[in-house]
């Protein structure tokens, strides 16, 4: 099939090549792109309820061995510090090795260790524990990376939002849990039962196929375009006719590369061209982020990513010590009977549903006026924790929407640009 495809573009004529985000673009978004969501959409369901169940895990430590707050925040702590080095490791992993090979290690790690932390003897085994959970969490960016390089380009500002809906899940789920699991049985079956969906992922991992981008990058364009049938297949449609082409990068200029000097892929999977060993490629995509081209948008991207998580995590954390009515030196019985008092639970679970009105998709038409409405109802919302009269959970309520208003207009600012669409492209 593949020489007979090298045999009409023998010309060399330009219809005959397209590169992977033509392929996408022609064969659109169906089936298989639905199952990759659906796959995907479950890993970051495991993501969200690992981060949730913080707010639960740690006061019901904290009654049960008598630790300190101090101690109590420690164990949200090294979740986060494992985190920041899992995503730095993901990105590699999944870079040198394949993308299957990135959320392989984050449904392993987190699945495994989130279950052996249920059965912490002490307090030092359930840190130690933690942190390596919190490594397989700071990995699970790779989850939305696979799935976005299956989606066509120009609809991957409506999809990112989609994908990011199933956090929202997440929440709620592990708030019902929650409250069915911990009156009843303790932290200890919540957390075991909280790492379910990470061997989901495993049980269906078999299947699931490497991202084409990847492949191609790789030089493996045979196996690319096998994929890239599949995808044709499922969804009734048929891939564009001629050789399946590697992009080359594009220059600080903006000249595209790609149009002066395509690179072919011969059938037995041998670049005309010698490609860049992995170190150097995430050494030149780094600097391709920092170029003159590129930085401001580079560092407006990190420091509005960087303040809507430090908002976002604090008031998930902080919605369980609002919910204790505000007695902060209570005795401890009375946060022991808090942990089973049903309040504590729909307090969370409400908080967490005031997310789903701001993870509607948003369209690229939408983008620029709704990311300003969303900033002025964020900041609006969030200045009702100034009025005292508002009970906790509305506090609550407000806080959590108001950060999810101003966040919900930034989902779609990574592939608002055109030229910023392809992650390939670098």
Known sequence: MAGDDDAEAGGGAECCYYTTDDALSHVGFGRFQALVLAYAGVGWTAEAMEIML???????????????????????????????????????????????????????VTGMFGFLSALS????????????????????????????????AAKRGTWVVVFHCSWTFGT?????????????????????LSSSPCFILLIFYGVTPESPRYLCSRGRTADAKFILEKIAKMNNMALPSGILIVPLQRSDNGVDLETIRPLIISQDNAATDVGLSSKSRSINAFR??????????????????????????????????LSTGEKWCAPVGMHLRQQNDARFYINVLVTSIADLPYVMPKYRSWSRNFCRTDWRHGCASRSCWFVRELSSERSCVCLRSGTLSCSGGLCPLPSGDQELSDPMRF
């Open 54 to 108: 913080l707010s639960f895990v740690g006061p019901a430590v904290k009654d049960e061995w008598g630790i300190s707050g101090q101690q109590q925040g420690l164990i949200t702590s090294v979740v986060f510090a494992g985190m920041l080095i899992g995503a730095l490791f993901g990105g590699a992993l999944s870079d040198t090795y394949g993308r299957r090979t990135g959320f392989l290690f984050t449904a392993v």
């Open 172 to 192: 709620i789920l592990q708030a019902l849990i929650a409250w069915a699991i911990m009156p009843v049985l303790g932290w200890r079956w919540l957390i075991a």
């Open 288 to 321: 391709t982020l920092l170029s003159r081209r590129f930085i401001r948008s580079t560092l407006l991207l990190w420091f509005v990513f960087f303040a809507f998580s430090f908002a976002y995590y604090g008031i998930v954390l902080l919605t369980s010590e």
């Open 121 to 152: 003897p002490n307090y030092i085994c359930l840190i130690a524990i933690r942190f390596v959970v919190g490594i397989g969490l700071g990995a699970g960016h790779v989850l939305g990376t696979w799935f976005l390089e299956f989606v066509p």
